[in-house]
């Protein structure tokens, strides 16, 4: 196990690195600068201002510079937001984004692979037929379309619940948002869980299992589900990753102020360092649960070694 933790440590390091040094090299690439404004600044004051960020340096110095700061743990000021360092936003936004990723990925887990299993017992059945359609219909209409229609039958033509805002993260503003990252997350889980399922249940020890008398819950829970949901594992890190860090599209719909938004904001703007700040919490998120993701498929399968 300790070796196991050692090599993933190793690999990481550089895979960030790597991470910071294309998206820095990127963001410096791309057209326009985070001081271009419909107002011109005078020659003096942009060199001033350019001098106070480290702008003016040579951009092979500025490299250095950045990433040694985040190897200390301090990723900049933001260039856009006065007195704000990048810590600091994110420090104040990430919470909305957290409780709606983690809200979404476990619903979406649960009914997922609730849904895959019982459309695997009842292959080519209504059931199944009717599960996978909802399943395909979930994954083809994107969140942008999904998003206006529930808050027009649920908030605007019934008036159940409210149609954005946070309010302090009060039940009543989470669940359209939470639902609408839920739903293509249960398309997906519920495509994976059914596929892993039916092999599962053409396996030498499962048709063991039935050989012996067992009853079929207890095939199905001690003896199928485990390699069953192997693929669900491995789809959970990157996509847990992906809702925690944000989504724009449900942040804008519904007026929350998560991280998605404050991303696609500083792109917008050249805020270098925001963006820089997303993009190496996003890298790290997904390293840090593609490593948990391998533990637990080792604990699932025997066959699984961490040496």
């Known amino acids: 196990m300790l070796r196991f933790l050692a090599r993933r440590l190793l690999v990481a390091v550089p895979t960030l690195l790597l991470v910071i040094t294309l998206a820095f090299f990127m963001m410096r690439a791309a057209p326009g600068g985070p001081f271009d404004t419909d107002r011109r ?26 990433v040694a700061g985040v190897a200390r743990g301090d990723l900049g000021p933001s260039l856009k937001y006065r007195d704000k360092t990048v810590l600091q936003i994110l420090k104040e936004n990430y919470l909305v984004s957290l409780v709606l990723g983690l809200s979404a990925m476990v619903i979406g887990s649960l009914a997922g692979v609730g849904l895959g299993v019982l459309a695997a017992l009842k292959r080519d059945g209504a059931l199944d037929r009717g599960a996978m359609a909802l399943a395909v219909l979930g994954v083809c209409i994107p969140t942008f379309v999904t998003a206006p229609l529930l808050v027009l039958l649920f908030a605007s033509t019934l008036g159940w619940l409210p149609s954005a805002g946070w309010n302090g993260g009060a039940l009543a503003n989470l669940i359209l948002p939470v639902l609408v990252l839920a739903l293509p997350q249960v398309a997906v889980i519920s495509r994976l869980t059914r596929a892993g399922m039916i092999e599962s ?16 819950s207890r095939i199905v829970l001690r003896h199928a589900m485990r390699p069953a949901v192997l693929p669900v594992v491995s789809y959970l890190g990157p996509a847990t990753a992906a809702l925690i860090t944000g989504s724009l599209v449900v942040e804008r719909i519904f007026n929350l102020p998560g991280l998605g938004k404050f991303f696609v904001l500083s792109a917008l703007q050249r805020d270098y360092t925001v963006v820089m700040g997303m993009v190496i919490i996003y ?4 390293l840090l649960l593609n490593l948990i993701a391998d533990l637990v498929q080792a604990a699932l399968d025997p066959r699984v070694k961490l040496s």
Request: net charge positive.
């Open 41 to 66: 600044l005078s020659p003096e004051i942009e060199k001033n201002v350019l001098a106070r960020y480290g702008l003016d340096r040579p951009l092979g110095e500025q490299y250095v510079t950045y």
């Open 201 to 216: 249940l053409r396996s030498n020890h499962v048709r063991t299992a039935r050989a012996k008398g067992l009853s079929g």
């Open 283 to 286: 890298a790290a998120l997904i």
